[in-house]
């Protein structure tokens, strides 16, 4: 079995900094591309920034220039930090991660972690 606990979030301000973090734990075999989603009250959910099983960052247009996404293969984590908050980035955040298990195939399945509420004062 795969979990993914996020932490960090909270209440933020406008102009701040937030750092979130996800940690992957069980029965591993790899992980390939680990992911940071928001969701904003009656809105799709949205892909915010990648990261590669290599390092490679790839991020999308509401947070290019303010995030930097990274990860520590030998922790299985991977953080988000989000930085010139805007009260548009109140959202739900979300790590995602595609995993291949320990006497599964050698494909992977997504799983998610909980779930944390970022909320920017303006």
């Known amino acids: 079995q795969v979990q993914l606990v996020q932490s960090g979030g909270g209440l933020a301000q406008t102009g701040g900094s937030l750092r979130l973090s996800c940690v992957v734990t069980?029965?591993?075999?790899?992980?390939?591309?680990m992911n940071w989603y928001r969701q904003a009250p009656w809105k799709e959910p949205e892909l915010l920034a990648s990261?590669?099983?290599?390092?490679?960052?790839h991020y999308r247009d509401p947070v290019k220039g303010r995030a930097t996404i990274s990860r520590d293969n030998a922790k299985n984590t991977v953080d988000l930090i989000l930085n010139n908050l805007k009260p548009e980035d109140t959202a739900r955040y979300s790590c995602s991660a595609d995993v291949a298990v320990v006497g599964g195939s050698w494909s992977t399945t997504e799983y998610w972690g909980q779930g944390t509420q970022v909320t920017v004062s303006s």
């Open positions: 069980g029965s591993i075999l790899r992980i390939d591309n």
């Open positions: 990261i590669s099983r290599s390092g490679r960052p």
